[in-house]
Each structure stands twice: as C-alpha cells, then as structure tokens.
C-alpha cells in the first residue's frame, strides 16, 4: 500500500472519498460497500460523527477499514466531543493503530444532530488542535512537557471557498495553518466553475497541496437540502433552475455529467478532489472511473 502521503507528492491529480462509519458496532456492510474504491480511489475520509449524527469511531472504523482493504485513510478528528486531555488520548491511541493522516475540524453543531440537548466542549478550537497534533509531532504534549514517543502526523485541515470577497482573510488562514505544519488541504464544495479558476488563481503560489471538494447534487432534495442548510456555500441559480426542470431519474445523470465536466475543467488548478457522494459509493466509483477514462 502507498501512504496518502507519498501519492500527495507522486501523482498530478489525487482522489479521495468520504466516507461515514457505520451507526453502530458492525463494520462489515460499509467495508464491503468500500471495497470497490479499492484501485480507484487513493484514500477514504473517515468522517465523525458529521452533522452531529452517531457513527463509529472514525480512528478505530479507519483502523478496520485500512487494514481490511489494504488502503490509506484521513481520519477526522473534531473539536465538539473531547477536552484536550481526551483529544490527546485519542491520537495517541490513533498513532499506535497507523493511522497518520489526521484532518482538524470543529465538527458541526450538537443542535442539528441526535442530541440537541447534549453539551458541546469546544475546550480547543481548530486551530488549537493543529497547535496540539504540532507539538505530538516534535515529542511533546500541550503543555510542552516530553511525552515518549513523538508522533509522525501528516496534518491537513479544511478550507471553504465560497466567500472569495474575503480574499486576504483566506490567504491568512492557509499562512497561520501552515505555520502550524498543514500538509494538505481539503475544501468545501464549490459548484461555479469561473469561482473554482478563480480561488485556484488565488492560492497557486500556495506550497500546500489543495484538494478540491466536490459533492454532486444527486437530487432535487439534496440540492435543497445544500442550498439552504450548508453554511457558506453557494449553489449557481442557473444549476437549481436545471436541477428543478428535469424528472427526477435524470437528476443524477445530470449530477454526474456536471461534476465530470468541472473536475476536467480545473484539475490543473489542484492537487487533486475530494469526493463527497453521501454514502453512495457505487455513484463515487463510476465518478471516478469516467474521470480516468476523460
């Protein structure tokens, strides 16, 4: 198997899949669903616990899902769920099992999830868990003292393109997060192919590598669903208006087509993409599978 992190650097153009664990103990059926990524796809993202919904472990279903199918994962870790002590016991723990690619994230809202009413902890912000995965890297704990055994974390985070008004905040946020040793970037979402040349314009003098999120709208629910309760991202009028127009075993045709036709457009802007199919692998495989053949 060839580390995520050495692809990074080897191929033109890299491609990940997200993929959620299962809500529950058995592993199985979702291993077996990812086991046609296998060849295709250069790594999975383990999600945790997205939009606040129960789901396995992301660090231990990476660990099966690694071993089992004998392919590199990045493991999300939040800051939502854990204090610093528990975060450090996490990726200590994670480290041991092989798993090395980590992607920081904040982690939704408890209010949109299974547990409204659950306490959120929050002790460290995204940042702060870069700053932590930082100092496990050169044999030291948040407080700064030696721990035995540093760890070899390859660290990314995650970037949202869509307000590109914001230019220099967005330049400050690569800065201070690679000052924080980031070695990758994922992003969210963007569906204008003008505004994806554009943000590559943006951040091409950029060291780190940038892989692109694309999340076809298979549906007229999801387009909805994205449009008006994703944060930050914008969907073009024009795509709502054609999405609304066809029946809707055309959808997901058109779905495929459209995100086909941006990654050939843009892939010389970017490391690579992201692909995001909600689960839906099988749709994730035949994405991928056109893109090699175009």
Do not use: W
């Not at 939040?78 to 041991?96: K, M, P």
């Not at 201070?176 to 970037?185: A, E, G, I, T």
């Not at 969210?188 to 003008?194: A, F, R, V």
């Not at 780190?208 to 914008?234: H, N, Q």
């Amino acid at each position: 198997m060839k580390s995520f992190e050495d692809l990074l650097a080897s191929k033109p153009t890299i491609i990940t899949v997200e993929v959620t664990p299962p809500k529950g103990a058995d592993s199985q059926e979702i291993i077996g669903r990812a086991k046609k990524l296998k060849g295709l796809a250069d790594a999975i993202n383990i999600t945790s616990c997205p939009m606040a919904k129960l789901n396995m472990s992301s660090v231990v279903f990476g660990h099966l899902l690694k071993t089992t199918l004998d392919i590199d994962v990045l493991v999300n870790v939040t800051t939502r769920d854990r204090n610093i002590l528990g975060i450090q016991s996490e990726l200590l723990g994670a480290h041991a099992l092989g798993i090395k690619n980590l992607v920081s994230l904040k982690g939704d809202r408890m209010s949109i999830g299974d547990f409204p009413d659950s306490a959120e902890v929050f002790e460290v912000n995204s940042i702060e868990l870069l700053g932590i995965i930082k100092n496990l890297n050169t044999g030291l704990d948040a407080l700064g003292r030696g721990i035995k055994g540093g760890t070899d974390f390859f660290s990314g985070a995650v970037l949202n393109p869509n307000n590109l008004a914001s230019k220099d905040n967005l330049l400050r946020r690569i800065k201070k997060r690679q000052q924080l040793d980031v070695k990758f970037f994922l992003t969210q979402p963007l569906y204008s192919i003008d505004k994806i040349l554009a943000f590559g314009d943006l951040v091409g003098n950029t060291d780190i590598p940038i892989i692109l999120g694309i999340l076809p709208l298979k549906s007229r629910k999801m387009a909805e669903t994205i449009s008006k309760g994703l944060p930050g991202v914008e969907i073009p009028t024009r795509i709502l208006d054609r999405i609304s127009e066809l029946p809707d075993e055309d959808i997901r045709s058109y779905a495929l087509e459209n995100s086909l036709t941006k990654m050939e457009k843009v892939k010389d802007s970017f490391a690579g993409f992201h692909i995001m199919t909600a689960g839906d692998l099988t749709y994730a495989k035949n994405l991928i599978e056109l893109f090699n053949k175009s």
